[in-house]
């Protein structure tokens, strides 16, 4: 089974607003999602200068789903989701 | 061909155990428009703040004197007249080391009660051209030794405080007098063979250690050793921001490849235009991402160079230069940018000038400087503090 990516930007307007709370993303994982997530630091994904995608910090979910004002709660509860096969 | 070769100073210390100021002082000065460059070294009589004082005197009021190029003994006269009288000693004193030498030229070495200087080209030992002891009516005691040195492209010059040349001494039984000239001499060209390109800041730190390492329980005089070497430039460029015109996106990425251990991309829109021009990939360590001390990790671009968030860590990298801190206790971006920093000699800023946007929310919980403005900072402390050539483009 493919593991699931998710990429945390960790551009300026990210870090401040708050992506600097999911650099430790990977230990925060409940054991079910252990293995199954790979974690990746992305020097910016260039979505904070675009309008109407909700605000930083951004979070990518498998290269297409983006969650905008992430927190490690939000970003845990979708990986759990996406683990569990809910859509 | 003067042009092409650039002259690394740098000094190492390690202050008396027990003492809060170092009484040994190095002062540099760069000479711009003669192209001329400077060194103080002076060991203060005693130790502590009363030696640190005796010390600063001499190196400050010795390396005016240089730039002005009062005669020798005269100066040494006028610092020896002005400096404070010890109350235990009855004497006012402070030994020194001077070092004078102008591009494409000779360079002069004067001593008085140091350690006798050493000159190397490679592993071998040179000898001065010209060595004349010259003594003071006013102080019959004191006499200084002016000598004139061949300092050609490759050489070093290694200038010690006696706590170097004594260390070991009365601690070691097989070092009856301590570690002396002659042993520095030795340890310096073990290490020049072993490396034969080693910097001036590595091989003064690395006596300086050996010199501490040589006295179990601590320092027991202060150490000083400074190390003149004279190459040609190790040039890094650090490269920030997205160019104005996204036409020159390749131009500017282009300006990235000059190796790996020279290389530094400062910003995430910076990396994603290097990605995109040049083909290869920011990897981040996943445990670089935990221990990144409060700043955004640092990347790695494979055979480009590394890779950093733009402005809070120039932000950082210029409080650290501005105030002399070591690189070590920085967050891991900035001692990865530092560390390259005080490896090269001259470092060029590549800057894109385009504003980023996002940087301008109000609701970013910190004032966010210009990015010209840091680097204006940045090459301000570079060349003051590390004698750092800098130049800055624009794109």
């Known amino acids: 089974m493919d593991k699931i990516k998710v990429e945390v930007c960790c551009g300026t307007a990210c870090y401040l607003l708050g992506a600097a709370n999911l650099m430790s993303l990977e230990d925060m994982l409940p054991e079910n999602c252990r293995g199954r997530v790979e974690v990746e630091a992305k020097t910016c994904l260039e979505l904070c200068e675009k309008e109407n995608l909700g605000g930083a910090p951004y979070v990518r979910f498998n290269d297409t789903e983006i969650m905008a004002q992430a927190t490690p709660e939000k970003v845990l509860a979708r990986i759990s989701e996406l683990v569990e096969g809910v859509a | 061909m003067a042009d092409d070769l650039f002259i690394e100073m740098e000094a190492a210390q390690y202050t008396k155990t027990g003492q809060g100021a170092c009484g040994d002082d190095v002062r540099f000065m760069t000479v711009e428009k003669e ?6 070294l002076s060991d203060g009589l005693g130790s502590g703040v009363k030696a640190n004082v005796l010390a600063t005197m001499t190196t400050s009021m010795a390396i005016k004197f240089l730039e002005s190029n009062v005669p020798m003994l005269e100066a040494v006269e006028i610092i020896m007249d002005s400096l404070p009288i010890c109350e235990v000693r009855k004497i006012g004193y402070a030994t020194f080391s001077l070092f004078d030498f102008r591009l494409g030229g000779k360079a002069r070495i004067s001593e008085m009660g140091n350690p006798g200087y050493i000159h190397l080209r490679g592993t071998e030992e040179i000898a001065p051209l010209k060595d004349e002891q010259i003594a003071s009516s006013h102080w019959p005691d004191r006499e200084v030794r002016e000598c004139e040195a061949d300092f ?11 706590g170097v040349t004594q260390s070991g001494l009365g601690v070691r039984k097989d070092m009856k007098f301590g570690w002396r000239r002659s042993g520095v001499l030795k340890f310096a060209q073990e290490k020049i063979a072993a490396d034969p390109d080693i910097s001036a800041r590595d091989l003064s730190a690395a006596i300086a250690r050996e010199a501490l390492f040589l006295t179990p329980g601590g320092c027991k005089d202060d150490i000083s050793c400074v190390v003149c070497y004279l190459r040609r430039p190790r040039v890094m460029r ?12 390749a131009d500017y990425a282009r300006k990235a490849t000059l190796g790996f251990d020279h290389v530094v991309i400062c910003g995430g829109t910076t990396a994603n235009i290097m990605e995109r021009e040049l083909g290869v990939k920011v990897k981040v360590k996943l445990s670089d991402m935990k221990s990144s001390g409060g700043l955004p990790p640092v990347g790695t671009m494979e055979g480009v160079g590394i890779a950093t968030e733009g402005i809070l860590t120039l932000g950082r990298v210029l409080s650290a230069l501005e105030q002399m801190r070591p690189p070590e206790r920085e967050p891991a971006a900035a001692r990865a940018i530092l560390e390259r920093m005080m490896r090269h000699d001259r470092i060029e800023f590549v800057i894109g000038t385009k504003v980023n946007e996002s940087h301008q929310d109000p609701n970013i919980p910190q004032d966010l400087e210009l990015r010209r403005s840091v680097v204006k900072r940045m090459c301000a402390a570079l060349e003051k503090n590390y004698r750092k050539k800098v130049t800055v483009d624009y794109y």
């Open chain 2, 35 to 40: 192209n001329r460059h400077l060194v103080a």
């Open chain 2, 152 to 162: 050609r492209a490759g050489d070093r010059i290694i200038m010690c405080s006696d």
């Open chain 2, 238 to 249: 650090v490269l920030t921001g997205p160019p104005f015109y996204k036409d020159h996106d």
